[in-house]
C-alpha cells in the first residue's frame, strides 16, 4: 500500500492503518531496534510500541515521509529502551561502538549547559553533513543514525569496509575541525 493511503487510515482513525504499517515497515523498523538493543525480544517490543506512537501522532502530524517518520519513532523508543535497561551495565551493541566512534570528535558531557547546547550542535552537524558528497553522507547517517555495522553500512554503499572506514575516520576528523570553527567545545 502507498504511504500516502496508509497515512490516510491514521487520519480516518482506521485500524487498518497499523496493520498496513507493519507489512510494509516492520523489518526495517526491526532492523533499527536491533542495531540499538542487539535483543530480540526488546526490539520486538519497540516496534510495536513504535506502532502505538506513530498511532498517537498520527494525526495531527502529516509525515512527508512515512519510513523516515517511523524510523526516527522506532529509534527514539528503542534509545530509550537501551538507556533504561543498561544503566548500571554496559552492553556493546552497534549503538554503542557507533557512540564510542563519534565520541573522538564530540566530548559526552552530562549536565544543564550541553542539554541546551543539543539543538544548536544537531543544526551543526545537519549543516557539516550537507555539505558532503551524497554518498559520504549516506554511509555517515547509516552508521551513526540507524547504528548500521560498519560491513553493512560498506556494502549497502557498495564500498569495501576498509574504505568505508577511511572514509568515516575521515569525515569525523573534518567533523571535528568544522564544530571547533563553529565554537563548540569538545
Request: net charge negative; aromatic share 12%; hydrophobic share 35%.
Amino acid at each position: 500500500m502507498q504511504d500516502e493511503k496508509i497515512i490516510e487510515l491514521y487520519f480516518e482513525r482506521d485500524e487498518r492503518a497499523i496493520e498496513e504499517t507493519a507489512a510494509k515497515y516492520e523489518n526495517y523498523l526491526f532492523k533499527i531496534a536491533m542495531n540499538v538493543l542487539s535483543d530480540r525480544e526488546d526490539s520486538r517490543e519497540c516496534v510495536n510500541d513504535s506502532y502505538f506512537a506513530a498511532w498517537e501522532s498520527i494525526p495531527p502530524a502529516r509525515p512527508k515521509g512515512l519510513s523516515g517518520y517511523l524510523g526516527k519513532i522506532t529509534r527514539r523508543i528503542s534509545i530509550d529502551r537501551y538507556r533504561y535497561k543498561t544503566r548500571d551495565k554496559r552492553r556493546e551493541s552497534e549503538y554503542t561502538v557507533s557512540l564510542d566512534e563519534l565520541s573522538e570528535c564530540i566530548e559526552a558531557r552530562e549536565n544543564a549547559e550541553v542539554a541546551a547546547e543539543v539543538k544548536e550542535l544537531s543544526g551543526a552537524i545537519s549543516k557539516f553533513l550537507q555539505r558532503q558528497p551524497k554518498e559520504k553522507r549516506i554511509l555517515f547517517i547509516m552508521r551513526y543514525y540507524f547504528f548500521d555495522s560498519l560491513s553493512e553500512a560498506a556494502e549497502n554503499c557498495g564500498i569495501s569496509e576498509n574504505k568505508a572506514k577511511k572514509i568515516l575516520f575521515n569525515m569525523r576528523n573534518s567533523l571535528r575541525e568544522y564544530l571547533e570553527k563553529e565554537g563548540f567545545l569538545l
